[in-house]
Structures are given as structure tokens and as C-alpha cells.
């Protein structure tokens, strides 16, 4: 079941993001998050955007959510997005489905322009997205840096 974020998911929230943190580039994020730190990203973000889980009987596989691109007012249609799920399920199609309903949920609520950031390579990333309808528009070279190596990041768009 996809459902809205609650404050009681924190901890397991915490738990599924940090060993992208500890483990990989598709975050920059280099400290692992606590639970009060993503309980303050959540209700920071869900003042106006979407935040979901993808929920099976009680055990969180992944999140999905959109937040602010850009801090000016012309940039309020626009929204950047982040998907994160539990090591053990990615490529069993719960991403396909929890994005999409993130992008429904984005229409729905009248958002223009999706914008996913991606740190480079990430080929299931980038399939996920152009699945989706996703199409990159950017790349920055060697934009980040973690575990002592440059990192590139690409730019995918999706007009809503």
C-alpha cells in the first residue's frame, strides 16, 4: 500500500536511507541521518509537497517524495524528486509503482515541471526515470565528491 508519510516511519525511514550514505553515491549526504534529523526533513517537506510510502503490512520498502527546486517564487510550479527504497527491493517494480504515484500525486496537486537529480552512474536510476517519461536535459561533470573520487550528476526532467 502507498500511503502518506507519518511521524512514527522516522526511524525506519532513517534506517533504509543511511546505507545509501554510508555505502554509495547516489546520495552526497556523507553523516548518517538520526531520526529526529528525518523528522524534521518531513515536516519541513510536507508543509507543501507529497511525501509517500510504499507500506506492506507494516513494513516500509521504500519512500518517495518532491521538495522545493529552487527558492525564488517563479520556480513554485517546479519541484525537484527523490525515491529511496530498501536495499533488498529494488528491481522488483515497487519503484516504478511508488514514483508514479508520486508524479500522480504532483499533477494532482498542480505541479508543472518534475525534476529528478541524479548522481552519475546510475543506470537503474536513469531507467527509472525514462520509464517514467523522464528525459535528461543536463550533466555537470564532477559536480560532488565522496569517497575521494568525482562524482558527475545529470539532470531529468518530466513536464507534468
Same mark, same amino acid.
Given at each position: 500500500?502507498?500511503?502518506?508519510?507519518?511521524?512514527?516511519?522516522?526511524?525506519?525511514?532513517?534506517?533504509?536511507?543511511?546505507?545509501?550514505?554510508?555505502?554509495?553515491?547516489?546520495?552526497?549526504?556523507?553523516?548518517?541521518?538520526?531520526?529526529?534529523? $528525518?523528522?524534521? !526533513?518531513?515536516?519541513? @517537506?510536507?508543509?507543501?509537497?507529497?511525501?509517500?510510502?510504499? /507500506? *506492506?503490512?507494516? %513494513?516500509?520498502?521504500?519512500?518517495?517524495?518532491?521538495?522545493?527546486?529552487?527558492?525564488?517564487?517563479?520556480?513554485?510550479?517546479?519541484?525537484?524528486?527523490?525515491?529511496?527504497?530498501? $536495499?533488498?527491493? !529494488?528491481?522488483?517494480? @515497487?519503484?516504478?509503482?511508488?514514483?508514479?504515484?508520486?508524479? /500522480? *500525486?504532483?499533477? %494532482?496537486?498542480?505541479?508543472?515541471?518534475?525534476?529528478?537529480?541524479?548522481?552519475?552512474?546510475?543506470?537503474?536510476?536513469?531507467?527509472?526515470?525514462?520509464?517514467?517519461?523522464?528525459?535528461?536535459?543536463?550533466?555537470?561533470?564532477?559536480?560532488?565528491?565522496?569517497?575521494?573520487?568525482?562524482?558527475?550528476?545529470?539532470?531529468?526532467?518530466?513536464?507534468?
Amino acid at each position: 500500500m502507498i500511503r502518506p508519510v507519518q511521524l512514527a516511519d522516522v526511524q525506519v525511514l532513517a534506517d533504509l536511507y543511511n546505507p545509501y550514505v554510508r555505502d554509495t553515491t547516489i546520495t552526497f549526504e556523507e553523516d548518517p541521518v538520526t531520526a529526529e534529523e $528525518m523528522a524534521g !526533513r518531513i515536516a519541513k @517537506v510536507t508543509e507543501a509537497y507529497p511525501w509517500l510510502v510504499w /507500506d *506492506e503490512e507494516g %513494513r516500509i520498502l521504500g519512500y518517495a517524495y518532491s521538495s522545493v527546486w529552487r527558492a525564488r517564487a517563479a520556480y513554485r510550479h517546479s519541484t525537484e524528486t527523490a525515491i529511496y527504497l530498501s $536495499m533488498d527491493h !529494488r528491481g522488483q517494480g @515497487v519503484g516504478t509503482k511508488l514514483y508514479q504515484t508520486l508524479i /500522480d *500525486e504532483l499533477r %494532482r496537486r498542480g505541479f508543472h515541471l518534475a525534476l529528478g537529480g541524479l548522481a552519475l552512474p546510475n543506470d537503474p536510476s536513469v531507467r527509472l526515470h525514462e520509464r517514467l517519461g523522464f528525459r535528461k536535459v543536463g550533466h555537470m561533470h564532477e559536480a560532488g565528491r565522496k569517497f575521494g573520487h568525482w562524482i558527475d550528476v545529470g539532470f531529468w526532467e518530466l513536464l507534468l
